[in-house]
């Protein structure tokens, strides 16, 4: 893990059909993860979805 202007970088390693949801919001406390912990705040900001898709 790095620090750039204040915010943390880090790495998610995904397998190949994994989904993952990623935290936008800042609140979760399984960072870099989404915990749903967006929707206390009723902001709007969702998580990002990132997967692997098998090329095959
Ligand atoms: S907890 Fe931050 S986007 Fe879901």
Same mark, same amino acid.
């Given at each position: 893990?790095? !620090? !750039?202007?204040?915010?943390?970088? =880090?790495?998610?390693? /995904?397998? &190949?059909?994994? $989904?993952?949801? %990623?935290?936008? &919001? /800042? $609140? ?5 993860? &989404? ?5 206390? =705040? ?5 998580? %990002? %979805? ?5 090329? $095959?």
């Amino acid at each position: 893990m790095s !620090q !750039q202007k204040g915010h943390s970088k =880090e790495e998610v390693m /995904l397998q &190949c059909g994994e $989904k993952k949801a %990623i935290c936008r &919001c /800042l $609140k979760s406390k399984n960072m870099p993860f &989404c915990d749903g912990s967006h929707r206390e =705040e009723g902001e709007g900001i969702m998580p %990002i %979805i990132v997967f692997c898709e098998d090329s $095959k």
